[in-house]
């Protein structure tokens, strides 16, 4: 199959398979407390009738709009600014205890909360998934590149003595044999005190009780040698054009030695439209490389900076696994939920604050792009991508637009409150702003896809 193809059959899986499963949990929690449910629909609008047949009371479609999908539920509500993205009103006739608003307000909320609930167990079972077939990827090294000082807890003072080159060999006398494996020695070891054995010198000692924040805290703060070795050189970048390439190992930058990769990032970082000489380590032997770095803008932590970037990623680290069984997979699932979850809650809270580009919201094209990608890498990239939006999905359907799960649970909350429902001219209003914020955010991502394709092919700078 050609790369356009691939694209496009990715994109239809990956979004189809998405909204499913979204639209599953508001189905599967609906029959649950017994609310008929008309139509159960892919795609918005008005069903496509050679791809609709009806089973029992619901019938079953794909419709003509090729984004989202819904769950058509009996309503005492008459026709409203979404109706129509519904595929309009259907005549049947519903008992009475079986329309939306006949269950109490906690039965209401698990139905409009189930489709977020069900993207976050299909990312969760994905990713422990992932992880139990494929093993736990670790970093295949001992050696330290640096301690973090100002991280290390009172009973750390001994890693303050660790040095770049440091080779940590046992942890309470065990030995280890990756980065990944001393985290779990540290953290588990019984008792107070944590003796790291160091090869070539004198052993370091962490005092600090089992179970306390401390013992992780001593871990984080030191930081593993990841040699400075390219991953991959983005196309139509500054590395690109002078000539890097994967594989490269950055021997010295201006005739100072690189050990290490985030000493090459630092670097490059700090000669913004400076030509600097990189010295480069390949198959054929040394070669020296210049390149200038492009200025661009970085927002990190809040503050607006200027640095420098070639565009390559790294380091290169050796595809290394630890088989793990079941439980444990899980609960790193589980981990990784959470942490995508942070990750994107803390990117709408920039957004809205404006510590984060709008630029960066991407739609359809950009998750189309992504899906050809990484199902180009292959299924695990493939299926990690689907996880990840996933959970973008869920925590984005919570924000409290109207239209959006958010916003009805809002409506729910505050009947819950009041003992009354949100009904009339208010909700009316509502609905429609929430509907024309929601036009405006897919505007706003259609135009970021474009501008991305457009400079991709060169023809915006």
Do not use: C
């Not at 793990?324 to 942070?342: M, S, T």
């Not at 009805?408 to 909350?413: D, E, G, I, P, V």
């Amino acid at each position: 199959m050609g790369g356009a193809g691939l694209t496009i059959l990715s994109t239809i899986i990956v979004i189809g398979l998405l909204v499913f499963v979204h639209e599953l949990g508001h189905f599967v929690a609906a029959k649950w407390a017994g609310i008929y449910v008309h139509r159960f629909s892919l795609g918005l609008g008005t069903p496509i009738k050679a791809l609709s047949f009806t089973r029992g009371e619901t019938e079953y479609s794909v419709s003509w709009i090729p984004l989202g999908g819904y769950v058509k539920m009996a309503s005492r509500l008459g026709e409203g600014a979404g109706e129509g993205l519904e595929g309009g009103t259907v005549e049947a006739e519903v008992p009475p205890d079986r329309v939306f608003e006949a269950k109490p307000v906690w039965v209401r909320m698990v139905v409009i909360l189930a489709g977020v609930v069900m993207n976050a167990l299909f990312a969760w079972v994905v990713f422990a998934g992932i992880v139990y077939f494929n093993g736990l990827p670790v970093i295949p090294t001992t050696i330290v590149a640096e301690v973090d000082r100002s991280r290390l807890p009172a009973g750390a003072a001994g890693f303050g003595e660790l040095t770049l080159g440091d080779r940590i060999e046992a942890v309470n006398g065990a030995s280890v044999e990756h980065w990944q494996a001393i985290e779990r020695a540290i953290v588990s070891v019984p008792g107070d005190t944590v003796v790291i054995g160091i090869a070539g010198r004198s052993p370091v000692q962490l005092v600090a009780p089992q179970g306390s924040p401390d013992r992780r805290g001593a871990f984080r703060a030191l930081r593993p040698l990841l040699a400075p070795i390219v991953m991959e050189v983005v196309p139509d970048r500054p590395a690109a054009s002078a000539g890097l390439a994967q594989g490269d190992t950055i021997l010295a930058l201006d005739a100072e030695p690189v050990r290490r990769w985030e000493d090459l990032v630092g670097s490059i970082e700090r000669s913004a439209g400076r030509e600097i000489v990189l010295e480069v380590g390949r198959g054929g032997g040394r070669t020296s490389i210049r390149v200038t770095p492009a200025p661009e803008q970085d927002t990190a932590d809040g503050v607006v900076r200027t640095i420098g970037r070639i565009g390559v990623r790294g380091p290169d680290i050796p595809d290394v696994r630890e088989a793990i069984g079941l439980v444990p997979a899980v609960v790193e699932g589980g981990r990784r939920v959470a942490f995508v979850g942070g990750q994107v809650v803390g990117l709408v809270r920039g957004m809205f604050s404006g510590a984060v580009s709008t630029r960066e919201l991407g739609g359809p094209i950009a998750i189309g792009m992504a899906a050809g990608q990484s199902a180009r890498r292959g299924p695990e990239d493939f299926f990690a991508l689907m996880a990840l939006l996933s959970v973008n999905l869920a925590i984005l359907n919570l924000l409290p637009i109207p239209i959006l799960d958010g916003g009805q649970f809002l409506f729910l909350l505050v009947e819950g409150v009041t003992r009354r429902p949100v009904t009339g001219r208010i909700r009316e209003w509502l609905t429609m702003a929430g509907f024309v914020a929601i036009v405006m955010l897919m505007v706003l991502a259609f135009s970021n896809d474009i501008r991305r394709v457009l400079e991709n092919l060169g023809i915006l700078g």
